[in-house]
Structure formats: C-alpha cells, structure tokens
C-alpha cells in the first residue's frame, strides 16, 4: 500500500520564543526530522533564499533550527494545508516568515529528486519581484542577525572556514558586476570626508601588506594578459 501521508511543519528560531521564533513554514512527505537534515544540507551548499541565510548565520552562532509538527495530513491535501499555514503566519508574522513562495509548490517529488532539480538549478536567477521579497527579508530588523554581533568563537570558525578558500574568476567577475555603477551601494552617495567610514581610522602594517600584495597580483595579472 502506498503511503500517502504528508506533514507541514515550522522551523523554529532557538533564540526567539512565541510567534517571533517562527520562521519558516514547509512541507514533506518524509518525517520532519529528515526534513530538517535536508535544509542542514541544502544550507551547507551554499542555496541562496532567505531560510537559508538565516540558517547560516544561526550555523556561525552554533545553533540551528528546531523544527515541529503542525499537521498530518495526505499527499492530496498537502499543497493546499501549506498555502493555508502560510497564508495564517503571514498574517500574524509577516515581519520574521522568511517563505518566498505562498506555498502548494508540490510534495510527490523525494528529497533525493528535489536535491537534483536544486544542482539543476544552480545558476538560475530569480525575478526582480523574488529579488525584492528576499532582500526586505533581510533588512533592519527583519534581519535575524540584527543587533547583534560575532562571537570571538564564531569569528575563528569563519576565518578557519575561509583560510585558503580562492574564488573562481566567473565568480570574481560576477561580484565585479555586481558593485558596478548603479549596482553599488555607494553609487551616487557622497562618502567624503567625515562621512568615509575610514575618516580619521587608519590601516595596521598587515593590512597595509596585503592591499599591497593584492595591488602588485593584479598589476601583473594585467601584464601577463
């Protein structure tokens, strides 16, 4: 026989309690606990979406989401129920729901299927639309790192993470393009004087060393070209 039960379920914000904590709402045909293993995941290879953002930073704090059960239901009702939760916590959580979508996007699809259809959509670029949803969802203090700063720990986790990691050049062009002309946060701001975050800071010795460093590999990666 087969099985046609389904769950809808919540990610919860350990650090938070009542409807502040609730941050996402999803749904699985596998138990939740698998559920939750398989955002772990999809956080670790870097997917960019707002539960993922989040999931990451609560990675650099040492915590990670709890998740609980909202309803059973079957394979037939599923997409309908997801729309219906996520529609209800909009209402009563629109500030800290980090879902995208409104939900009823499909359940028939295995985790294993839906991991596929994620490395086939790698490199895919959402809609201006989706673009604006994601970025007011992590903005101020929508942003569940608002406030808030890096641990000494979480600072060494980053750095070790990051010892030797080297960009590709597709991906160092794309963060090129990325902060060119309008594209930049400083574009058209006037950042003289006392309004330059540097104003009246200087650079250590070390620092001064590797922007040197940087200057003279570029300066020869244009000759060699």
């Known amino acids: 026989m087969v099985n046609d039960v389904a769950y809808i379920y919540k990610l919860i914000d350990p650090r938070y309690e009542g ?5 996402y709402i999803g749904l699985t045909r596998n ?10 995941e999809s956080a670790r290879e870097g997917i960019k979406t707002p539960v993922y953002y989040w ?11 709890t998740v609980k059960l909202v309803e059973k239901t079957t394979l037939d009702k599923v997409n309908e129920r997801e729309t219906y939760w996520i529609r ?10 980090l879902n995208i979508s409104d939900g009823g996007d499909g359940v028939t699809m295995t985790d294993e299927v839906r991991k596929k259809i994620s490395e086939a959509n790698k490199g895919r670029k959402f809609s201006e639309e989706v673009k604006k949803k994601m970025s007011e969802t992590r903005r ?10 890096l641990s000494e720990k ?10 030797g990691r080297k960009m590709s050049e597709e991906n160092k062009k794309k963060m090129s393009d990325r902060n060119k ?6 574009y ?20 001064k060393r590797k922007i040197s460093e940087s200057h003279k590999k570029r300066f020869l990666q244009k000759i060699a070209a």
Do not use: C, V
Request: charged share 40%; no cysteine; hydrophobic share 30%.
């Open 140 to 149: 101020g203090e929508n942003n569940s790192f608002y406030g808030k700063k």
């Open 31 to 40: 138990s939740i606990e698998d559920r939750l293993k398989g955002h772990l």
């Open 55 to 65: 999931i990451r930073k609560l990675d650099l704090l040492g915590l990670k989401p």
């Open 19 to 23: 409807r502040k904590a609730i941050r």
């Open 181 to 186: 002309g309008k594209n930049n946060f400083f």
């Open 188 to 207: 058209g701001q006037d950042i003289s004087g006392e309004k330059n975050i540097m104003f009246g800071k200087k650079h250590s010795e070390e620092t």
């Open 88 to 97: 209800i916590w909009r209402k009563i959580n629109k500030d800290y729901l």
């Open 154 to 163: 979480a600072k060494r986790k980053i750095g070790k993470a990051n010892k």
